[in-house]
T-cell receptor, first 115, second 116 residues
Framework: DTGVSQNPRHKITKRGQNVTFRCDPI?????LYWYRQTLGQGPEFLTY????????KSRLLSDRFSAERPKGSFSTLEIQRTEQGDSAMYLC?????????????FGSGTRLTVV | AQTVTQSQPEMSVQEAETVTLSCTYD???????LFWYKQPPSRQMILVIR??????QNATENRFSVNFQKAAKSFSLKISDSQLGDAAMYFC?????????????FGKGTKLTVNP
């Protein structure tokens, strides 16, 4: 296990298309988080899972966004009908429930460009 | 809502010198965590140092230390003996401990350049 893995690393899509990103967390971690980072900004929270349950969603997560974590393992983030404003780095992170104070382990992110 | 402010968009330091990055935050909570994360270009974000608000002692991790001023809601990061590999974006982040949102709230970051 080498950490949090995200695929693809880069995605270029045309406006209006659907895209799906995948995150594989550290296997022992039961919490998984999605963040979005635009140029010149810090990461902004989108949603998080504890095991397979999605426990919190940001208002940034519009109806076009959906996230799943079947069986409490990997997670997918889907964006439907992409818009140019969706262009950003999408970061996944994971942590132990009991180790929250120790911060997250982040993946390298998926950079989305909508043209 | 909690907010985190990093007032220095960019900083530079000479190799082997010391630099301090500033962070202030706003919260009504009495107990929380504070973090500094480092994000090198095109690489993943990694945790540099953490501080629990109820601990008065400032955290240190090798060349990295913090100056935590709870009353002033200030959490600065000091990097001693700066190295070329320290060049990165540095983000300050806040997380509450009990109840409510589980999210980390990040500042906008400070870009640190290390000059040889």
């Amino acid at each position: 296990d080498t950490g949090v893995s995200q695929n693809p690393r880069h995605k270029i899509t045309k406006r209006g298309q659907n895209v799906t990103f995948r995150c594989d967390p550290i296997s022992e971690h039961n919490r998984l988080y999605w963040y979005r980072q635009t140029l010149g900004q810090g990461p902004e929270f989108l949603t998080y899972f504890q095991n397979e349950a999605q426990l919190e969603k940001s208002r940034l997560l519009s109806d076009r966004f959906s996230a799943e974590r079947p069986k409490g393992s990997f997670s997918t983030l889907e964006i439907q009908r992409t818009e140019q404003g969706d262009s950003a780095m999408y970061l996944c992170a994971s942590s132990f429930l009991q180790g929250i104070g120790y911060g997250y382990t982040f993946g390298s992110g998926t950079r989305l460009t909508v043209v | 809502a909690q907010t985190v402010t990093q007032s220095q968009p960019e900083m530079s330091v000479q190799e082997a010198e010391t630099v301090t990055l500033s962070c202030t935050y706003d919260t009504s909570e009495s107990d929380y965590y504070l973090f500094w994360y480092k994000q090198p270009p095109s690489r993943q974000m990694i945790l540099v140092i953490r501080q629990e608000a109820y601990k008065q002692q400032n955290a240190t991790e090798n060349r990295f230390s913090v100056n935590f001023q709870k009353a002033a809601k200030s959490f600065s990061l000091k990097i001693s003996d700066s190295q070329l590999g320290d060049a990165a974006m540095y983000f300050c982040a806040y997380r509450r401990i009990q109840g409510g949102s589980e999210k980390l709230v990040f500042g906008k970051g400070t870009k640190l350049t290390v000059n040889p």
